[in-house]
């Protein structure tokens, strides 16, 4: 009769060896840069639903001292796109949606920044775990092979058992830091879809007919 034995996490890990080491290190990399990067990016997308409707106003008005005082208040990539293209309210559009476009190419940069870690934990996590369970593999065979004639089957399962545990450490790792990368490039996405409809609404201001580029003081 076989008796059924349970094991705790903790346990497993260790059977693993100093591999699961580097595997716990690169889990507490990604939960740090992943936690780091959604603080980040839900504080980028926070802006009033209205700023872009009130800037438009303040332009077709003529107020854009209001309109930049307005954007100002606001520390979000959006409002520094739209910063930057107040400030040069008057000159050509061309330049206007040039300085437009390289705040947003930086704004882009600065949200994507260590998302290259998390990808890279991602698919070198489960080869790290495969490179555990070969040399446990290794191992196994090798205390197989100086056994002799005394060959128990429990040194090539034991072998086994620990090699397998740096695969499934690595899996988990690598796909969770996966899942995250992904999810964070989706809410990237949506940020800079907002931010490119923020610059066609800031430049149909700009360059409209109703639009008056001289200051009124308000």
């Known amino acids: 009769m076989y008796i059924l034995q349970s094991f705790s996490l903790f346990e497993m890990a260790v059977k693993g060896g100093w591999l699961m080491i580097v595997l716990l290190l690169l889990s507490f990399v990604a939960i740090y840069i992943f936690g780091q990067k959604l603080w980040t990016i839900n504080q980028a997308g926070k802006i009033d639903k209205d700023f872009m409707r009130d800037i438009r106003n303040y332009i077709n008005a003529g107020r854009i001292k209001s309109a930049h005082t307005l954007s100002t208040k606001y520390n979000t990539p959006v409002a520094r796109m739209v910063e930057a293209g107040l400030v040069r309210a008057g000159k050509p559009l061309s330049d206007i949606q040039t300085a437009v476009e390289n705040v947003g190419n930086v704004e882009v940069a600065r949200l994507e920044k260590g998302l290259p870690y998390l990808a890279t934990i991602a698919g070198g996590a489960p080869m790290i775990g495969f490179l555990g369970t070969v040399t446990g593999m290794v191992q196994a065979f090798f205390n197989m092979s100086n056994a002799g004639n005394n060959i128990d089957i429990t040194l090539l399962s034991s072998g086994i058992y620990t090699a397998m545990i ?40 700009l360059g409209g007919e109703n639009s008056v580029l001289t200051d009124t003081g308000k």
């Open 166 to 205: 740096t695969t499934v450490g690595g899996l988990i790792v690598g796909i969770l830091a996966y899942f995250g990368y992904n999810f964070l490039t989706t809410k990237i996405s949506s940020l800079v879809y907002s931010m490119e409809s923020a610059t066609i609404e800031l430049m149909d201001a």
